[in-house]
């Protein structure tokens, strides 16, 4: 079946430094990715999103590309600041339907001043 | 702006109670989901429905329920509740197609004493 691995957190970062969280997933056929983020006593909101291979989805300075070739959507950002600090979930779903998305267990992130 | 609400924000319940736990989508959205979200096991599927009157069992269904009798809620019921169904439990919905996210709610913390 689908699933999604996360990198394990959590991940503690100093303000101004460069993010990545690693996702890499097992699907058949090409799925959606998402990646979702997690505020403090919040739901998950979405973070970006991309559809099919190659594509970048880009929102607040974060950035992920679909990686068909590693099987991979890892999260980015150059200058992470206090305010991303919060919970990152990966997740695809898969091409046809509505079937239910795949969520990874989440990596905490912590931004220090 | 439409939204998905959860209530009540926080529940305190004793063993061996039912308790319902109401979601309600403004979205128009024919697909509802119910997961809880626990430490080490991220977001777990209990239940979900693609349209009225239709339900199905996720990943972690024992000792829930839920009925959907219109398109705007999709409540979760507890039968008997017991310690390990504390939890903080997310309601979300999402529209039709695999490039459409999920909206989540806010969240419902439940303790069971």
């Known amino acids: 079946g689908d699933s999604v691995t996360q990198m394990e957190g959590p991940v503690t970062l100093s303000e101004e430094a460069f993010l990545t969280i690693n996702c890499t997933y097992t699907?058949?056929?090409?799925?959606?990715l998402f990646w979702y983020v997690q505020y403090p006593g919040e739901g998950l909101q979405l973070l970006l999103k991309a559809t099919k291979a190659d594509d970048k989805g880009s929102n607040k300075g974060f950035e992920a590309t679909y990686r068909k070739e590693t099987t991979s959507f890892h999260l980015e950002k150059g200058s992470v600041q206090v305010s991303d600090s919060a919970v990152y979930f990966c997740a695809l779903s898969p091409n046809f339907g509505n079937e239910k998305l795949t969520f990874g267990t989440g990596t905490r992130l912590t931004i220090i001043p | 702006d439409a939204e998905i609400t959860q209530s009540p924000r926080h529940k305190i319940t004793e063993t061996g109670r039912q308790v319902t736990l109401a979601c309600h989508q403004t979205w128009n959205h024919n697909n509802m989901f119910w997961y809880r979200q626990d430490l080490g096991h991220g977001l777990r599927l209990i239940h979900y429905s693609y349209g009225v009157q239709d339900t199905n069992k996720g990943e972690v269904s024992d000792g829930y329920s839920v009925s959907r009798s219109n398109t705007e809620d999709l409540p979760l019921t507890l039968e008997s509740a017991a310690s390990s169904q504390t939890s903080v439990y997310f309601c979300a919905s999402r529209g039709n197609g695999p490039n459409s996210p999920l909206h989540f709610g806010n969240g419902t913390r439940l303790t069971v004493t």
């Open positions: 699907a058949t056929g090409y799925p959606s």
